[in-house]
């Protein structure tokens, strides 16, 4: 019984769950701001359960794809690939197994333009940007486009169209990721060294990233801004958002000055977490 439980455990963990809850909790930031709090129920169960699927499938392809660097890696070396305590059969079964009913779930219960943005997520985040990070410091702004699909996902479910909300929702998710990842990039530095991965920190140097962190912060503070100035969400969501703005441009100016710089880009990435919680929490809770 432990052996099956432990086997279940693995194949769990292939699947990297922390970014499908991740990514579900800004699906459902997106899916209550254009349904408003009245649920579709159907369409709800669709969307959660196809995009988790989907994310989760297009996770077990990228440990296939990137076995041989994570083997170079501290963090990713014990993966499950990696050490071979899963053969890579039985994963790309798994992880076809997933993409087909994840776009299952999508095509039943959603929309097209679900289904697109899917396919899009899908097909950048397996392809384009498993290539992209091995030959191309713009490897991240790639990447970011598949990390901004399930909040986009969340609110096309209900609405069914591209419009100013939805692109801004995508804009900030972009503009999100681009300091989340690079401060993961410098703090894990001497890894991405390692792997020869082409990520900006690595190939253009930690003044230029922070440069670049600093930037998308406020490009995330003022997208997010004008999501409440064209009448999407409230004024509380505002002041919120305008506080979180600042405080983390102030966080990003002082990396100028840090001498510990692994100390600050640790503290980079955990307050784009706390961005993220808080931003999936204020979008629906005070909604226009």
């Known amino acids: 019984m432990m052996k099956h439980m432990e086997k279940i455990r693995t194949y769990y963990q292939l699947a990297k769950p922390g970014i499908v809850y991740g990514n579900l909790l800004a699906l459902i930031s997106g899916f209550l701001l254009a349904s408003d709090w009245k649920i579709h129920w159907s369409i709800a169960i669709g969307v959660i359960f196809g995009t988790s699927f989907v994310i989760a ?11 041989g660097v994570d083997a170079q890696m501290t963090r990713t070396k014990r993966r499950s690939l990696v050490t071979g305590t899963i053969p890579i ?11 087909i009913a994840g776009f299952g779930f999508l095509i039943h ?5 679900t289904v697109i943005e899917g396919l899009i997520g899908y097909g950048i985040y397996i392809i384009v940007y498993g290539a992209a990070k091995r030959h191309s410091i713009y490897s991240t702004i790639i990447g970011s486009i598949s990390g901004a699909m399930p909040l986009l996902a969340g609110y096309t ?5 591209i419009d100013t909300a939805a692109v801004l929702l995508f804009l900030m998710m972009v503009w999100w990721q681009m300091p989340h990842f690079y401060a993961i990039s410098l703090f894990r530095l001497k890894d991405y060294t390692n792997a020869k991965l082409h990520v900006w920190p690595v190939e253009k140097g930690s003044q230029s990233t922070k440069i670049q962190m600093l930037i998308f912060v406020i490009l995330f ?37 840090a001498k510990d710089e692994t100390k600050w880009a640790r503290s980079m990435f955990f307050f784009s977490l706390i961005s993220l919680l808080i931003m999936c929490i204020m979008i629906p809770a005070n909604i226009a």
């Open 221 to 257: 503070t003022l997208t997010s801004l004008i999501l409440s100035i064209t009448g999407y969400t409230g004024k509380i969501y505002f002041i919120v958002m305008a506080i979180l703005g600042i405080i983390w441009i102030r966080l990003g100016i002082k990396g100028f000055r």
């Open 89 to 99: 059969s039985h994963a790309l079964v798994y992880a076809t197994i997933l993409g």
């Open 157 to 161: 479910a209900v609405s069914n169209r």
């Open 109 to 113: 219960f959603t929309n097209i333009i």
């Open 57 to 67: 499938s297009g996770c077990v392809f990228n440990n296939f794809i990137d076995r």
